[in-house]
């Protein structure tokens, strides 16, 4: 797919987001709104899948250890066929198989539970490696936020993946400096991130979390690796592309009324 | 089976298991050694996975490997692996029921003995039992803690299997039956009292059944080798004939085996029940068996909770 096609893909999934999280009346939209474009580069690009069998061993893995950002991984689902459009509506309701984080036996096209923060690169290590025992050429993608690096379980993957020469294991850090109590930079002492993980072997690639572009050739790089897992970390914007939205952390969980998915609809329409 | 010790019994289930099956695999959080898994490695070297002392990302790898298809077992000791690595087990094993195998060693105050309570695991098996879908085995020797290994290897799902210190003696006969899942009345002399016994201090309630009866009680011992699912109806049925019991473990007495019978006694015979634990106490170093008499584990303890348990209030 082209950078433009895919860019409003990602802009049409941060609708989907706004107009579910206001039909659910629950959810956490602003964390979505910066993967959006990593979101779309993977599902609508990147990676093997096949959702007629979500659980086609040979398939790429998914794992989106900041799992809070679910609305915009089951839009993505939606979109991709595995299930129908009108059931993003039923997010987090008891009668609705959409969890309020993902669900892997609930939910067709989810590798794996997420949501409790800072276990998804240790996860996607598990997978990766057990993708590569059973002979099956693929990749695991995973997408940690920053807020969630300060959990000891992000470094001790770290140190794992390095020494288990994780070469399908590709992570993208979601750096848009916001967590949900505050900034990042006020609440710990995590950046400068992307050195951290160099610290600890990994391959480390710093791009724009919003370029379409830039977002596809660095996988392209990471894949060139064999023995080496990658980290892509993408400089974001909390909320981007929804303008009240945008770097305000009162975004990280709060449902959208029905004049601001209006807004919404209105700063997306020509970008979809 | 020619084996030393528990530890070396369960890993050597776990190899044979291994050679008909190539999806099973090892993680371990440095504890490759203390599970006897040195020689599991000679002979599979790739199918062991040591992330250093990480129990969390142990569990963690795991849960990423079972949802590939593959059947990997983390070893580590009691306790890192159920309080450190408690929510992964939890969340990432349990909640979606893959198909990992856990085995926690120094089970119980018996199992760490000299290294204190830093090291000696008395919550492992109540914090296990609080999480819906975990099978939890306790083998009381080293011929039942390899069928227990055997069993738990046939299993789909999350399972435990909690070892202790290795050095546990042997109380079954060659050739006693071991079934998953099942009660098992190791003798009975009569219906007088129920002792319950898991793991490895069935040889003190083997002692006290002994005693007993040399004191005119006649009980049966019954052996508790699955805690969860607890054979409720085989428990319900001991307590019918018996009317009373005496439950003892190493473990604390909340959580544990004797809470699960308590729990069954309730629902199917309500009736007296003394429990033998820890006694909701941290206890200290000490060699195994002066550490089971200090803490009120003593065959002594166990004969005169079961005439408690006989005693009309």
Not at chain 1, 117 to 134: E, S, T
């Given at each position: 797919m082209t950078v433009d096609e895919l860019s409003r893909i990602a802009n049409r999934l941060r609708l989907d987001v706004v107009e579910t999280v206001h039909a659910a009346g629950d959810g956490h939209p602003g964390p979505c709104m910066s993967i959006a474009d990593i979101m779309s580069v993977l599902f609508f690009d990147e990676m093997k899948l096949d959702p007629q069998n979500p659980r086609?061993?040979?398939?790429?893995?998914?794992?989106?250890?900041?799992?809070?950002?679910?609305?915009?991984?089951?839009?993505?689902?939606?979109?991709?066929?595995?299930?129908?459009?009108?059931?993003?509506?039923?997010?987090?309701?008891?009668?609705?198989?959409?969890?309020?984080?993902?669900?892997?036996?609930?939910?067709?096209?989810?590798?794996?539970?997420?949501?409790?923060?800072?276990?998804?690169?240790?996860?996607?290590?598990?997978?990766?490696?057990?993708?590569?025992?059973?002979?099956?050429?693929?990749?695991?993608?995973?997408?940690?936020?920053?807020?969630?690096?300060?959990?000891?379980?992000?470094?001790?993957?770290?140190?794992?993946?390095?020494?288990?020469?994780?070469?399908?294991?590709?992570?993208?850090?979601?750096?848009?400096?916001?967590?949900?109590?505050?900034?990042?930079?006020?609440?710990?002492?995590?950046?400068?991130?992307?050195?951290?993980?160099?610290?600890?072997?990994?391959?480390?690639?710093?791009?724009?979390?919003?370029?379409?572009?830039?977002?596809?050739?660095?996988?392209?790089?990471?894949?060139?690796?064999?023995?080496?897992?990658?980290?892509?970390?993408?400089?974001?914007?909390?909320?981007?592309?929804?303008p009240y939205m945008e770097d305000n952390n009162a975004w990280h969980k709060r449902v959208p009324t029905e004049e601001e998915v209006e807004l919404a609809r209105e700063a997306l329409k020509d970008k979809m | 089976m020619n084996t030393k010790s528990?530890?070396?019994?369960?890993?050597?289930?776990?190899?044979?298991?291994?050679?008909?099956?190539?999806?099973?695999?090892?993680?371990?959080?440095?504890?490759?050694?203390?599970?006897?898994?040195?020689?599991?490695?000679?002979?599979?070297?790739?199918?062991?996975?040591?992330?250093?002392?990480?129990e969390q990302d142990a569990v963690d790898i795991a849960a990423g490997l079972a949802t590939t298809g593959m059947k990997p077992i983390v070893v580590s000791y009691a306790g890192f692996l159920t309080m450190r690595a408690c929510e992964m087990i939890r969340t990432f094993i349990a909640y979606p029921g893959l198909n990992v195998k856990l085995i926690g060693l120094n089970g119980g105050m018996l199992g760490g003995e000299r290294e204190g309570v830093t090291h000696q695991f008395y919550e492992d098996v109540g914090i296990l039992r609080s999480m819906p879908g975990v099978k939890i085995l306790t083998p009381a020797d080293a011929q039942q803690a390899y069928e227990a290994a055997k069993a738990m290897m046939a299993l789909e799902g999350p399972a435990y299997l909690r070892l202790g210190s290795g050095r546990e003696p042997e109380v079954f006969p060659e050739g006693t039956p071991y079934a998953f899942g099942k009660i098992r009345e190791v003798k009975r002399y009569g219906d007088d009292v129920a002792i319950f016994a898991s793991g490895f201090i069935m040889n003190r309630a083997i002692e006290a059944l002994e005693q007993l009866h040399a004191e005119g009680v006649d009980g049966t011992l019954i052996d508790v080798s699955t805690v969860k699912p607890l054979d409720s109806q085989g428990v319900a049925e001991v307590l019918r004939r018996t009317d009373c019991a005496v439950a003892v473990e190493d473990h604390n007495i909340y959580g544990g085996m004797s809470s699960a019978i308590c729990e069954a006694a309730c629902h199917y015979h309500p009736c007296k029940v003394r429990r033998l634990g820890l006694m909701d106490i941290y206890p200290r170093s000490g060699k195994a068996a002066a550490l089971l008499d200090a803490y009120g584990l003593a065959v002594r303890d166990i004969v005169d909770a079961a005439k408690d348990a006989m005693a009309k209030e």
């Open positions: 086609w061993n040979e398939r790429d893995r998914f794992v989106l250890s900041k799992g809070h950002a679910c609305p915009i991984l089951y839009a993505a689902l939606a979109r991709k066929g595995y299930f129908p459009l009108e059931e993003l509506k039923g997010l987090r309701s008891l009668d609705s198989f959409l969890q309020g984080h993902p669900d892997m036996n609930k939910i067709p096209g989810v590798d794996t539970v997420s949501g409790s923060l800072g276990n998804g690169v240790a996860i996607g290590l598990g997978m990766a490696q057990g993708c590569k025992m059973q002979g099956i050429e693929n990749y695991v993608y995973v997408i940690v936020g920053d807020g969630e690096e300060e959990e000891g379980i992000i470094w001790e993957a770290a140190m794992a993946a390095a020494k288990m020469k994780a070469g399908n294991l590709i992570v993208f850090a979601d750096l848009n400096n916001h967590q949900s109590g505050g900034k990042v930079t006020e609440l710990s002492s995590l950046y400068p991130v992307q050195d951290k993980w160099e610290a600890f072997h990994w391959h480390v690639q710093s791009i724009d979390g919003h370029d379409v572009a830039a977002i596809k050739e660095a996988i392209a790089q990471a894949k060139k690796l064999t023995d080496r897992p990658s980290l892509i970390a993408c400089k974001t914007l909390k909320g981007k592309n929804i | 528990t530890r070396e019994a369960a890993m050597l289930a776990i190899t044979e298991a291994a050679r008909r099956d190539d999806k099973i695999v090892i993680i371990s959080p440095d504890a490759v050694a203390a599970a006897r898994a040195t020689r599991f490695r000679e002979e599979f070297p790739d199918r062991v996975i040591e992330v250093g002392i990480a």
